[in-house]
């Protein structure tokens, strides 16, 4: 039942998120992604702060939005011309109130401070919503890796882990893959950590080979993980995937399995893309082809329309969202889904939306599917499927042992259900019924901040 707060109460609170958000504008001018991810968060949790002033007392808030420590290196390179290259790395250690640094490396030429801050202070509560023992981080490069030879990718990412070994370990950071970043990227990086370390520590990366300390279930973790918990919201209104249109952004490893477990239970999937456009196939998105063409030949989305000419192919991303479904699953990148996307695809009878991206959709956007009565299933919740199983892949490294694919699915659909009924519960507790952003933003604030509190100023 949720509680009645005060106006004073209130007005504290806003008074003073307002005066911490201020002050992360001034401390980290120009880095927008990262102030629009701190305003998402700071409002949800007005109500917490004004029920729970004690939060406010320990300054938790300046606290939780400053990272532990922030890494940004240099990463020469040489490719197979000669040349020298020089790339930037960063690596953000955001929170270990609740265990080692965990969270993805990203390969991208838009990598800079604000997107790594961004993704590294929304890990923060994904992590803690997985109920799993993980920290918040995330790191990256603005390296490129579309175009690049094998040799240049094993290069580069040598170099990269070259200095990054010196600020990672099974105990310390965890990191993974992101975008640009697969289980290629993963095993060279391994390799090299092994190599300087002269040592077998299998659990300072996931998402590794089967063959090498990997999980099962993994590579399918993340797509997966979002179709579970769109499923839960789904069935709270006595609906479901089976015979469901659905539009999904991207191709990659989170796309890719959304589809596969979507078509799964019945959705017909009719729209996928990469960065340069999309394809719409009336008939269902056919996956075999899809998994070709971008897992195993590399190539770009458009080859599709090739192999099925009913199918059509459209430059630029944008437009995807003009196609009417069901259901909408951006799982692309950030920022993906605008207010006049979010209004088209409202008025073209959208009943769910499910974020397998990173902040895919815009505050805006947000505001468009909550006030028109869209299910919608936030990143932070939705897309923790990937980094569960991660926290699972860890586990198993510790214990040197494999579990079956079956095992590994089975925690993975239970994760997904308690993180849906943990936000469900924080809204409802703090007067916000049905708004799984703001319940999954206060769930996993009070796991971090209760522990950071209860552990002293750190």
Request: aromatic share 10%; glycine share 10%.
């Amino acid at each position: 039942m949720a509680t009645i707060l005060s106006e004073e109460s209130l007005t504290q609170a806003k008074e003073y998120v307002d005066r911490v958000y201020k002050t992360v504008i001034a401390r980290n001018p120009h880095e927008s992604e990262f102030h629009q991810a701190v305003k998402e968060i700071f409002e949800s949790l007005i109500p917490v702060l004004a029920k729970e002033p004690h939060y406010i007392k320990h300054n938790i808030l300046e606290r939780i939005v400053e990272p532990e420590r922030f890494i940004t290196f240099r990463v020469p390179w040489v490719d197979d011309n000669g040349n020298v290259q020089v790339n930037r790395g960063f690596r953000v250690q955001y929170n270990s109130a609740l265990g080692p640094y965990k969270g993805g490396l990203r390969f991208h030429p838009s990598v800079n401070a604000s997107i790594i801050k961004f993704l590294g202070f929304e890990q923060i509560f994904k992590n803690a919503l997985t109920g799993q023992p993980i920290g918040g981080g995330k790191g990256g490069s603005d390296f490129d890796p579309k175009g690049k030879s094998e040799n240049e990718i094993m290069r580069f990412t040598q170099s990269f882990m070259t200095e990054l070994y010196k600020y990672v370990g099974p105990d310390v950071d965890v990191p993974a893959g992101d975008i640009g970043v697969g289980a290629r990227e993963i095993g060279y990086m391994y390799g090299q950590y092994k190599r300087i370390r002269g040592s077998i520590e299998a659990g300072v990366l996931t998402g590794k080979g089967i063959g090498y300390g990997g999980s099962l279930g993994r590579k399918e973790a993340t797509g997966y993980g979002l179709i579970y918990f769109v499923e839960e919201m789904l069935k709270s209104k006595g609906l479901g995937f089976k015979d469901a249109t659905v539009v999904v952004s991207g191709s990659g490893n989170v796309s890719i399995y959304a589809m596969e477990k979507a078509q799964q239970l019945g959705a017909r999937v009719v729209a996928c893309s990469d960065s340069n456009g999309y394809v719409y196939d009336p008939q269902g998105i056919n996956l075999e082809t899809v998994k070709r063409i971008k897992e195993v030949e590399r190539k770009r989305i458009r080859e599709y329309v090739k192999e099925h000419p009913h199918a059509t192919y459209t430059e630029g991303c944008e437009g995807i969202w003009s196609i009417p479904c069901d259901i909408a699953l951006p799982c692309a990148t950030q920022n993906e889904i605008s207010e006049a996307s979010a209004r088209l695809l409202v008025a073209n009878g959208v009943k769910a939306v499910g974020e397998g991206a990173n902040m895919p959709s815009t505050l805006e956007a947000i505001d468009v599917f909550l006030k028109n009565g869209v299910l919608f299933g936030p990143a932070k919740a939705a897309n923790a499927g990937g980094v569960a199983v991660s926290a699972l892949e860890m586990s198993q490294n510790s214990m040197r042992l494999s579990w079956s694919f079956e095992e590994v699915d089975a925690k993975l659909h239970q994760i997904m259900k308690n993180i849906y009924q943990s936000s469900v519960k924080a809204a409802e507790e703090y007067g916000y019924p049905g708004n799984l952003l703001v319940g999954a933003n206060i769930a996993g604030f009070k796991r971090v901040a209760d522990a950071m509190i209860a552990q002293g100023v750190v």
